[in-house]
């Protein structure tokens, strides 16, 4: 990371034992990103960079998990403003205003403080990414509850695992996200 470019507060989770990565480096060829232009936006690596004091909370979330034979992964961080004007745009291009509108917060940017992550579980015995939804159900599908008086075995396990995730990040001290994404979650200081 080039550290002009980001606050001297954040810092890469993977430096403290947790896997992260930053959403639109992973994603940057299906949403047509430029190495370019993530560089000018001031993303110049793959890494989940955020705010230190989410490491230790981290930590205890992931020790929770354990006990369930998951880990957690830090899917997105830290985006500054600029990051966030690009996903908008590269966004808008892919799927649409009336989608992205409803999940990117272009008012409050919780992401730029660095104190906002989205969180996905793997399973600690295949270190596979556990599904916690259909994608032919979004962007429904992304809030939360959407599974839970769905009566199929898919939906039960959707909800199963996005309950443990929740109840998990909320009792080391996160909060969930205003937009109620079941992955997005906020650090109060």
Same mark, same amino acid.
């Given at each position: 990371?080039?550290?002009?470019?980001?606050?001297?507060?954040?810092?890469?989770?993977?430096?403290?034992?947790?896997?992260?990565?930053?959403?639109?480096?992973?994603?940057?060829?299906?949403?047509?990103?430029?190495?370019?232009?993530?560089?000018?936006?001031?993303?110049?690596?793959?890494?989940?960079?955020?705010?230190? +004091?989410?490491?230790?909370?981290?930590?205890?979330?992931? +020790?929770?998990?354990?006990?369930?034979?998951?880990?957690?992964?830090?899917?997105?961080?830290?985006?500054?403003?600029?990051?966030?004007?690009? @996903?908008?745009?590269?966004?808008?291009?892919?799927?649409?205003?009336?989608?992205?509108?409803?999940?990117?917060?272009?008012?409050?940017?919780?992401? @730029?403080?660095?104190?906002?992550?989205?969180?996905?579980?793997?399973?600690?015995?295949?270190?596979?990414?556990?599904?916690?939804?259909?994608?032919?159900?979004?962007?429904?599908?992304?809030?939360?509850?959407?599974?839970?008086?769905?009566?199929?075995?898919?939906?039960?396990?959707?909800?199963?695992?996005?309950?443990?995730?929740?109840?998990?990040?909320?009792?080391?001290?996160?909060?969930?996200? +205003?937009?109620? +994404?079941?992955?997005?979650?906020?650090?109060?200081?």
């Amino acid at each position: 990371m080039n550290n002009e470019h980001q606050p001297e507060n954040l810092v890469n989770i993977a430096d403290f034992g947790i896997k992260g990565a930053n959403y639109y480096w992973t994603r940057s060829e299906r949403y047509h990103i430029s190495k370019e232009e993530l560089e000018n936006a001031g993303v110049f690596d793959g890494n989940a960079y955020l705010d230190k +004091e989410l490491t230790q909370p981290l930590q205890k979330a992931n +020790e929770k998990l354990s006990n369930l034979g998951l880990e957690l992964i830090v899917k997105d961080a830290h985006r500054n403003p600029e990051l966030y004007k690009l @996903a908008e745009k590269k966004l808008y291009e892919y799927q649409g205003k009336d989608k992205t509108d409803k999940l990117l917060n272009m008012i409050r940017m919780p992401h @730029a403080t660095g104190l906002a992550v989205d969180i996905g579980l793997l399973d600690l015995k295949t270190g596979k990414e556990l599904m916690m939804r259909n994608k032919d159900d979004d962007p429904e599908a992304y809030l939360i509850d959407y599974y839970r008086n769905k009566k199929d075995s898919q939906s039960a396990e959707f909800q199963r695992l996005q309950d443990i995730l929740i109840s998990t990040m909320t009792s080391v001290g996160f909060s969930v996200g +205003e937009k109620g +994404e079941f992955w997005h979650f906020e650090w109060k200081k």
